[in-house]
């Protein structure tokens, strides 16, 4: 029997055959494409990372920002209160309740010039606002 038809020789050079294609597939095909990937993965990584960054820095002057906001809205909300009070003061004066009184038939705001009076009074009491000729 020859060596080259010994169930053995056949058995380790087929091992060996195949080892040497499977080793060139892996060394030229798989293991290139998967770094490839790989580093696909990384470049996109670094990309998140560098919008992250750009992010932070938008948030870095997100207080000071907030903070003027609020500084404004409080001046503002201190006048709407203020405004909000005389109103109130006004309303409350202009009350029903506050309106008549019982030892004068006139409202209150109107008793300054009366039924009967002469046409000078009322000149007298809203001279800027009544432009009377007759």
Known sequence: MNWKDHPLAVATVSIAATTII????MFTAVIPTWLRSKDNEIAAKQAEIAALDARMVNLEAEPTRLKAELEGLGGHMRKVESENIKLRRDLDRLSHDNLFSVDDVYPRGF??????????VVSQVYAAEAAIKD
């Open 111 to 120: 008793r300054s010039v009366r039924i009967g009076d002469r046409i000078d």
């Open 22 to 25: 499977i080793l060139t597939v």
